[in-house]
C-alpha cells in the first residue's frame, strides 16, 4: 500500500472516530448544574460564544465539543435569542433543538442606539415571536396605540434589548420603550444646565439624536452638542451632514454629494437654520444627557479624523487646516 493509500486510509478512519464520538456524545444526557436554570441567549450569539456560556453556567463540560457538534450539523445560524429554562437533563442534540425552535420563557428584540424609524420597525417584523399587531398600522395609528403624544415616531424608543413573553403583541414592546425613553428624557431635563437654548425636551430629544449620529466616540458627545449649541446661540447653522441624509431618506446611497447638502428638505441644516422637526435617530441616555449638560467650549467647527474621533476647531481658518489635514 502506498503512503497516500494508507494516509487517505487514516483520514478516513479518523473521520469515522469523530463522527462517532460526536453522535455518543450528542445523544449523551448532560450533567445540568442546579435545575431548573434559566438561560440568557442574546441577540447576535454565535455559537462560539453560546458554546462558553454554556459551559461557564455548568450546562456543558466540554465548550470546544459542543461547538464541533454544532459546527458539523449547521447549528450556528439558526440560534434564536431570548430566556431559556431548563428543567430536565437534556442532550446536546436536545439543546441544539431547543435553541433552533425558539422554545424560550421570554423572548427578545433589540432597539440599536442610532437606528432610524425603518430599522425599529423591520427589527419588531423579524422577531418571529412578536404578534404583529403593528403590521397594517400608520404612524400615526401606532402612536396612538402606544399612548404617544408626538406626531412623529422617530426618536421616541429607547434603544435597549427587550424581553417579552412569546406571542407577545409589538406594541406592548414599542409602549414600553416608548415610556422608558419619556422617563429617560425628562429625569435628564429636570438636571440640564442653565440657559440651553431649548424651548421643550421634545427639542433636547432632537439634539440628542444629532449628537448620537454624529460621533461614535461617547467621550466626545459633550463636546459635540457644545458646538451645536454655540451654533444655536449665535445664529449658525448646524451644518450637520446626518440631518442632510435624513432628509434625503431612501435617496441616499451612501455617498452625501454637493448637490445633496444643496438640495432643501425640513432637515437640510445647510439651507435652514435651527434644530430640524424632529430626531432623525434613536439617541441613547448618553446623548440625551450630552444634549442636556453639554460641554463648555469655544469650538464652533468640528471634523472627523476618520478614526471615529474629531478635530475641534473655534475658528474657520483653524478648521480649514483640519480639513485640509483629514479630508483632502
Same mark, same amino acid.
Do not use: C
Given at each position: 500500500? /502506498?503512503?497516500?493509500?494508507?494516509?487517505?486510509?487514516?483520514?478516513?478512519?479518523?473521520?469515522?472516530?469523530?463522527?462517532?464520538?460526536?453522535?455518543?456524545?450528542?445523544? +449523551?444526557?448532560?450533567?445540568? !448544574?442546579?435545575?431548573?436554570?434559566?438561560?440568557?441567549?442574546?441577540?447576535?450569539?454565535?455559537?462560539?460564544?453560546?458554546?462558553?456560556?454554556?459551559?461557564?453556567?455548568? %450546562?456543558?463540560?466540554?465548550?470546544?465539543?459542543?461547538?464541533?457538534?454544532?459546527?458539523?450539523?449547521?447549528?450556528?445560524?439558526?440560534?434564536?435569542?431570548?430566556?431559556?429554562?431548563?428543567?430536565?437533563?437534556?442532550?446536546?442534540?436536545?439543546?441544539?433543538?431547543?435553541?433552533?425552535?425558539?422554545?424560550?420563557?421570554?423572548? %427578545?428584540?433589540?432597539?440599536?442606539?442610532?437606528?432610524?424609524?425603518?430599522?425599529?420597525?423591520?427589527? &419588531?417584523?423579524?422577531?418571529?415571536?412578536?404578534?404583529?399587531? @403593528?403590521?397594517?398600522?400608520? !404612524?400615526?395609528?401606532? &402612536?396612538?396605540?402606544?399612548?404617544? %403624544?408626538?406626531?412623529?415616531?422617530?426618536?421616541?424608543?429607547? *434603544?435597549?434589548?427587550?424581553?417579552?413573553? =412569546?406571542?407577545?403583541? !409589538? &406594541?406592548?414592546?414599542?409602549?414600553?420603550?416608548?415610556?422608558?425613553?419619556?422617563?429617560?428624557?425628562?429625569?435628564?431635563?429636570?438636571?440640564?444646565?442653565?440657559?440651553? =437654548?431649548?424651548?421643550? *425636551?421634545?427639542?433636547? &430629544?432632537?439634539?440628542?439624536?444629532?449628537?448620537?449620529?454624529?460621533?461614535?466616540?461617547?467621550?466626545?458627545? *459633550?463636546?459635540?452638542?457644545? %458646538?451645536?449649541?454655540?451654533?444655536?446661540?449665535?445664529?449658525?447653522?448646524?451644518? /450637520?451632514?446626518?440631518?442632510?441624509?435624513?432628509?434625503?431618506?431612501?435617496?441616499?446611497?451612501?455617498?452625501?454629494?454637493?448637490?445633496?447638502?444643496?438640495?432643501?428638505? =425640513?432637515?437640510?441644516?445647510?439651507?435652514?437654520?435651527?434644530? =430640524?422637526?424632529?430626531?432623525?435617530?434613536? *439617541?441613547?441616555?448618553?446623548?440625551?444627557?450630552?444634549?442636556?449638560?453639554?460641554?463648555? /467650549?469655544?469650538?464652533?467647527?468640528?471634523?472627523?479624523?476618520?478614526?471615529?474621533?474629531?478635530?475641534?476647531? @473655534?475658528?474657520?481658518?483653524?478648521?480649514?487646516?483640519?480639513?485640509?489635514?483629514?479630508? +483632502?
Amino acid at each position: 500500500m /502506498t503512503l497516500i493509500k494508507r494516509l487517505f486510509v487514516l483520514a478516513v478512519l479518523a473521520a469515522l472516530m469523530l463522527a462517532g464520538g460526536l453522535a455518543w456524545y450528542g445523544n +449523551r444526557p448532560l450533567h445540568i !448544574d442546579s435545575l431548573p436554570k434559566t438561560l440568557n441567549v442574546m441577540p447576535g450569539t454565535h455559537l462560539r460564544s453560546l458554546s462558553v456560556m454554556l459551559e461557564r453556567e455548568g %450546562v456543558i463540560g466540554n465548550a470546544p465539543v459542543f461547538w464541533l457538534l454544532g459546527r458539523v450539523l449547521g447549528k450556528g445560524a439558526a440560534i434564536k435569542a431570548g430566556m431559556y429554562t431548563l428543567d430536565k437533563p437534556l442532550t446536546p442534540l436536545a439543546l441544539y433543538g431547543k435553541f433552533e425552535r425558539g422554545e424560550v420563557s421570554q423572548a %427578545v428584540v433589540q432597539f440599536i442606539e442610532g437606528w432610524n424609524w425603518r430599522e425599529v420597525r423591520a427589527a &419588531l417584523a423579524a422577531q418571529p415571536l412578536l404578534k404583529q399587531d @403593528s403590521a397594517g398600522m400608520d !404612524d400615526a395609528e401606532l &402612536l396612538q396605540a402606544i399612548g404617544a %403624544v408626538e406626531s412623529h415616531p422617530e426618536g421616541l424608543l429607547f *434603544p435597549d434589548t427587550y424581553s417579552f413573553a =412569546p406571542h407577545s403583541s !409589538d &406594541l406592548n414592546v414599542l409602549r414600553h420603550a416608548y415610556r422608558l425613553q419619556q422617563a429617560k428624557l425628562m429625569a435628564a431635563w429636570e438636571t440640564r444646565a442653565p440657559g440651553l =437654548p431649548y424651548r421643550t *425636551p421634545y427639542e433636547a &430629544l432632537i439634539m440628542a439624536s444629532i449628537v448620537e449620529k454624529e460621533t461614535g466616540a461617547a467621550f466626545e458627545r *459633550p463636546r459635540i452638542a457644545g %458646538v451645536f449649541i454655540n451654533r444655536l446661540r449665535l445664529g449658525m447653522r448646524l451644518q /450637520t451632514d446626518p440631518t442632510v441624509i435624513y432628509g434625503l431618506g431612501e435617496r441616499f446611497d451612501g455617498s452625501l454629494r454637493r448637490v445633496d447638502l444643496q438640495r432643501d428638505t =425640513p432637515y437640510n441644516t445647510y439651507t435652514r437654520a435651527g434644530l =430640524p422637526p424632529t430626531p432623525i435617530a434613536m *439617541p441613547s441616555e448618553a446623548a440625551i444627557r450630552a444634549a442636556l449638560n453639554p460641554a463648555k /467650549t469655544d469650538a464652533l467647527y468640528f471634523v472627523s479624523r476618520n478614526d471615529g474621533t474629531h478635530v475641534f476647531s @473655534s475658528n474657520l481658518d483653524a478648521h480649514n487646516r483640519a480639513v485640509n489635514r483629514y479630508q +483632502r
